[in-house]
C-alpha cells in the first residue's frame, strides 16, 4: 500500500516573511501511514531535521535552483506516521534530584525577531516535542512572559543570561 | 491562561487616562481655561490637572504596572492594590476637579473638597509607589528600572506638594501660610511633576521599549548612564533650590543665589541632548528595517522635547520665560508626553490585546501577527494630525492668538478620537481577517474590564 507523497511548497510563506512551522507540523499530522512528505523550502530546514527525526522520520535534500530546496522526510521502517516515537526514558529524570535532561532535539535562533515573535516560535518548537524531549532557543532578552506560560504548561526550563546580552533557554517538554 | 504576565488592570488605567485626554481638549476646544483665563486661574488648574493626573499619569501608571515585570523580570508584588490605587486616584481627582470648580465659584458646599483630593491623591499615588517600588525593590536594577525608581521618588514629592497646597487652599495648616508657596514650591511642584515623574520615567521606559521593538541594541550604555546621572542632578537641584538658596543667603554669599536653576538647567539641558544621541543611536543600529507606526510617531514626540529644549533655551535668553511659559507646558505636555504616550499606546494595546487573545494557543493554533491587529496605512495620518495640531496650538499660544489655539486643539481632539477609535478597532480584532480572527481556545478580549479568573481552577469545587 503506498501512497503518493504529500506535498507541501512553504516558500511563498517564507517569502512574505512567515512562519511555516504549524503548517509543516499539520502536513505531519495529516499523514497517512508509510506515507512521505514532501517539502518546498527557501532554504535547507536544518532545525526541521532533527524536529521530524525525533518523530522517525528520515531527511534527504536537495538543492532545485535559484536557493530553493526540496526535503523529503520519510518514515523510517515500522514509523506508521507523525506519531510520538520518542523512547519514554527521556522522561526518567523528572522529580530526581540530579536529572540529566537530554541533548535539545532543537535549536532555535530567535534573536532577530521582534516580541512577541521569539515566544511564539519557541512556544511551536516546545509544541512539536514529545514529553521528555528538550529544546534550546537564543532569545534577545530574558522572556519573562515566555517562563510565565511554560511554567503554566506545565513544561520545565532552565536558561540564562549570556555575557553576549541574550538569553539561552533549554526546555523540557512536560 | 496567560494572564499571569498581563497587568490584570492595566486597560482600565489605559480607558480612564484617554477619557480624560479626550476631556481636556473638548474644553480647550470650547475654549474653557488658559489662554481665555489666565494661567493660575480655577479654570486653567482644572484642565492642567485633568492633563497631568487624569491622563498622562493614570497612562503612566498602567503602563507601569505591566512593564515594570519585565524591566526587572519579577513579577508585580503587592498586586491586590493596583485596583484600590486606581479608585483612590480617580475618586481623589473628581475632588480636586470638583475643589477648583468651588474655588471658581461654580458651586458652594460647606465640604472642603480640596482637602479630601489632597489626602485621596497622595494615597493614590502612594499605593503605586509602594506597588511599583516593591516589585523593583531587591537591588541589581537594570539602568531603565533606575530611571523608573526616581521618577516614582518624584511622584511623591510632586503629589505631597500638591496635597500640602490643596490643604493651604483650604485654610489649613495656617503655620506654612507664610511661606511664598506659590514662587518656591509651585515650581518644583510642576518641575517634579511633568520632569521627574512623567518625563523621566518615559525616558527610562523608552530605553527598554525602543530597542524592544526596533531589535536594537539594548546593553546598558556610558552614555545612558549619564543621562540618568544628568537628570539626577538636575532634579535633585530643582527640589533643593530653596533651601540651598537659603543655606547661601545665610552664608553671606548673595551673589550667588541665582545660579542653582540655572545650574539645574545646564544639568537638564545635558541630559535632553546625550538622549537624543542614544535615540539616534537605537534608530540607525536597528535589526529591523521596517519601522513600525509606533516608533515613526515617536519620533515626533522626541522632536517636541527637542523643541521645548530649545524653546526653554529661547525664553530664558530674552527673558520671556513667565510670559510663555503655558506655550511651554503646552508644547511639553502635548508635544512630547502625549505624543509620545498615545504613539506607545498604538504598539502597547494590540500587544497586550494578542497576549490576552491568543496566548493560550499560542504554538498550539496559526495565530495572527500583532501587526495584523492594526491597520498603519489609515493610522498614520492621524498621529501626522495630531503633531501639526500641537505645533500650531503652540505658536498660536506664543503669538497670543486665542482663536488660532481653538482651532489647532480642534485638530489634535479629531486626531486623538481618531487614534482612539484605532486602538477600539484593534481591541475587537476587527481589522483581522474574520476566517483567523478567533482560533478555537482563543479568548475574546474585553475592552478595558478585565476577566474574573471565574475559569481558573482555583475557583473549582473541590
Known amino acids: 500500500m503506498t501512497h503518493p507523497d504529500y506535498e507541501l511548497d512553504v516558500r511563498q510563506i517564507l517569502r512574505e516573511g512567515g512562519e511555516p512551522f504549524t503548517a509543516i507540523m499539520e502536513a505531519v499530522a495529516a499523514l497517512v501511514p508509510g506515507q512521505r512528505l514532501r517539502l518546498l523550502a527557501t532554504f535547507k530546514p536544518i532545525p526541521l531535521f532533527h524536529v521530524l527525526g525525533s518523530r522517525g522520520f528520515e531527511p534527504s535534500a536537495r538543492e532545485i535552483g535559484s536557493g530553493d530546496w526540496e526535503v523529503t522526510f520519510t518514515p523510517a521502517a515500522g514509523q506508521s506516521s507523525g506519531a510520538v516515537t520518542e523512547p519514554k526514558s527521556a522522561a526518567d529524570g523528572i522529580g530526581a534530584a540530579n536529572e540529566t535532561w537530554s541533548t535539545p532535539v532543537v535549536e532555535l535562533d530567535n534573536r532577530d525577531l521582534e516580541p512577541p515573535e521569539p515566544m511564539v516560535r519557541t512556544l511551536e518548537g516546545v509544541e512539536a516535542l514529545s514529553p521528555g524531549q528538550t529544546l534550546a532557543a537564543l532569545l534577545p532578552r530574558e522572556p519573562v512572559f515566555l517562563l510565565e506560560e511554560l511554567e503554566a504548561r506545565g513544561h520545565r526550563w532552565r536558561g540564562a543570561l549570556r555575557p553576549e546580552g541574550d538569553y539561552r533557554i533549554v526546555i523540557r517538554r512536560g | 491562561m496567560m494572564g499571569t504576565a498581563l497587568s490584570r488592570w492595566t486597560m482600565s488605567y489605559f480607558t480612564a487616562a484617554l477619557v480624560f485626554l479626550v476631556a481636556a481638549q473638548v474644553l480647550m476646544v470650547a475654549g474653557y481655561g488658559f489662554p481665555a483665563v489666565a494661567a493660575q486661574a480655577p479654570e486653567t488648574l482644572v484642565l492642567v490637572h485633568m492633563v497631568t493626573i487624569g491622563w498622562l499619569s493614570l497612562l503612566m501608571c498602567g503602563a507601569l504596572f505591566q512593564f515594570v515585570p519585565v524591566l526587572v523580570a519579577r513579577p508585580l508584588r503587592w498586586e491586590r492594590l493596583v485596583l484600590p490605587a486606581l479608585i483612590c486616584l480617580l475618586a481623589g481627582l473628581a475632588l480636586l476637579l470638583a475643589g477648583f470648580l468651588q474655588l471658581a465659584g461654580v458651586f458652594e458646599t460647606g465640604i472642603s473638597l480640596l482637602a479630601l483630593a489632597g ?11 509602594g506597588v511599583l517600588g516593591a516589585s523593583l525593590w531587591g537591588g541589581g536594577l537594570p539602568l531603565p528600572a533606575r530611571f523608573v525608581a526616581v521618577g516614582l521618588t518624584c511622584v511623591l514629592v510632586t503629589a505631597l506638594l500638591g496635597g ?21 514650591a509651585l515650581p518644583v511642584h510642576i518641575a517634579m511633576g511633568l520632569g521627574g515623574w512623567l518625563s523621566f520615567t518615559a525616558l527610562g521606559v523608552s530605553y527598554r521599549l525602543l530597542p524592544m521593538f526596533m531589535l536594537s541594541p539594548d546593553r546598558e550604555r556610558a552614555s545612558s548612564r549619564a543621562v540618568w546621572w544628568g537628570g539626577v542632578a538636575a532634579l535633585a537641584l530643582t527640589a533643593l533650590a530653596s533651601p540651598i538658596a537659603a543655606l547661601v543667603e545665610k552664608a553671606g554669599l548673595r551673589e550667588a543665589t541665582n545660579q542653582t536653576p540655572l545650574l539645574a538647567v545646564v544639568f537638564g ?10 535615540l539616534g543611536f537605537f534608530y540607525r543600529h536597528r535589526k529591523r528595517r521596517t519601522i513600525e507606526l509606533n516608533s515613526r510617531a515617536a519620533q515626533g514626540a522626541f522632536f517636541a522635547l527637542a523643541l521645548s529644549g530649545l524653546l526653554l533655551l529661547a525664553l530664558l535668553e530674552t527673558g520671556t520665560l513667565e510670559r510663555h511659559l503655558g506655550a511651554l507646558l503646552y508644547l511639553v505636555a502635548f508635544g512630547w508626553l502625549t505624543g509620545l504616550g498615545l504613539s506607545q499606546l498604538y504598539k502597547i494595546v494590540p500587544f497586550l490585546t494578542w497576549l490576552e487573545c491568543f496566548g493560550p494557543v499560542m504554538g498550539k493554533k496559526p495565530t495572527p501577527r500583532v501587526q495584523d491587529l492594526v491597520m498603519e496605512r ?19 499660544l506664543l503669538v497670543d492668538l486665542p482663536d488660532l489655539f481653538r482651532a489647532a486643539a480642534v485638530a489634535t481632539l479629531l486626531a486623538t478620537l481618531a487614534i482612539v477609535v484605532e486602538l477600539v478597532l484593534a481591541r475587537r480584532l476587527c481589522n483581522v481577517p474574520e476566517n483567523n480572527r478567533l482560533p478555537e481556545g482563543a479568548l475574546r478580549p474585553r475592552l478595558f474590564l478585565p476577566r474574573l479568573p471565574l475559569n481558573s481552577d482555583k475557583w473549582r469545587p473541590q
Open chain 2, 119 to 129: 489626602t485621596l491623591l497622595p494615597a493614590g499615588f502612594l499605593m503605586v509607589a
Open chain 2, 164 to 184: 500640602l497646597f490643596a490643604l493651604l487652599l483650604s485654610g489649613f495648616l495656617p503655620a506654612l501660610a507664610e511661606i511664598d508657596f506659590r514662587t518656591q
Open chain 2, 269 to 278: 539641558m545635558a541630559c535632553v541632548i546625550i538622549y537624543g544621541f542614544d
Open chain 2, 378 to 396: 489609515r493610522a498614520w495620518i492621524w498621529f501626522a494630525l495630531y503633531f501639526l495640531g500641537v505645533l500650531a496650538g503652540t505658536e498660536a
